[in-house]
């Protein structure tokens, strides 16, 4: 069974990088089925998906983010990163890394959240 | 980009009732693309039903999904104790996904 971990600095100055690492243990990165993704939560609100990155080097981003955000794979350690810069106090959350599943039957494909880390918090002040 | 709106945003309900949720969409989304997520205090998100009926492996058959179009409703036949929590749609289309503001289904 896949497992997830995040790691990486709790606390962030306001304006610097944000950077954040979730290895994966249990299965293989590198694996063509899945996708590897990041997905904040703000304390006491909803989930915001981040982006994803899939093994052929494709990404996508949320919108919203798409200007500070780069996610990118670590094959060698069976790893995966997000980097978010210029943050603000708008980006203290817990931050979840998850393994994107693809399921298909007939026409469409699902994709869907099947495996997540613990979730780290991070804040962002001076 | 699809908007997901769920409501109540609160249900409060006792344990052995029956707990319905919906989550609506801004546009027509294909069913493939709608899924549901419990989450508890302090805990990551856990996949419940994919593909708008679909139960991912573990869920016991107290849950269930169904929907089409705009509209779509996560069933709960009988309250657990365990079942107590935060309830999230999400959907997934343009390479993008977006999740609803969730439902908390609490104790009454």
């Known amino acids: 069974q896949v497992q997830l971990q995040e790691s990486g600095p709790r606390l962030v100055k306001p304006s610097q990088t944000l950077s954040l690492t979730c290895t994966v243990s249990?299965?293989?990165?590198?694996?063509?089925?899945?996708?590897w993704s990041w997905i904040r939560q703000p304390a006491g609100k909803g989930l915001e998906w981040i982006g994803r990155?899939?093994?052929?080097?494709?990404?996508n981003y949320n919108p919203s983010l798409r200007s500070r955000v780069t996610i990118s794979l670590d094959t060698s350690k069976n790893q995966f990163s997000l980097r978010l810069s210029s943050v603000t106090a708008a980006d203290t959350a817990v931050y979840f890394c998850?393994?994107?599943?693809?399921?298909?039957?007939?026409?469409?494909?699902?994709?869907?959240?099947?495996?997540w880390g613990q979730g780290t918090l991070v804040t962002v002040s001076s | 980009e699809i908007v997901l709106t769920q409501s109540p945003g609160t249900l409060s309900l006792s344990p052995g009732e029956r707990a319905t949720l919906s989550c609506r969409a801004s546009?027509?989304?294909?069913?493939?693309?709608l899924a549901w997520y419990q989450q508890k205090p302090g805990q990551a998100p856990r996949l419940l039903i994919y593909?708008?009926?679909s139960r991912a492996a573990g869920i016991p058959d107290r849950f269930s999904g169904s929907g089409s179009g705009t509209d779509f409703t996560l069933t709960i036949s009988r309250l657990e104790p365990e079942d107590f929590a935060v309830y999230y749609c999400?959907?997934?289309?343009?390479?993008?996904?977006?999740f609803g503001p969730g439902t908390k289904v609490d104790i009454k």
């Open positions: 998850a393994r994107v599943v693809v399921s298909c039957g007939g026409a469409d494909c699902s994709y869907v959240f099947d495996s």
């Open positions: 249990g299965g293989s990165i590198s694996s063509g089925s899945y996708y």
């Open positions: 990155f899939y093994t052929s080097g494709s990404t």
């Open positions: 546009q027509s989304v294909g069913s493939s693309f």
């Open positions: 593909g708008t009926s």
């Open positions: 999400q959907h997934y289309g343009n390479s993008l996904f977006t």
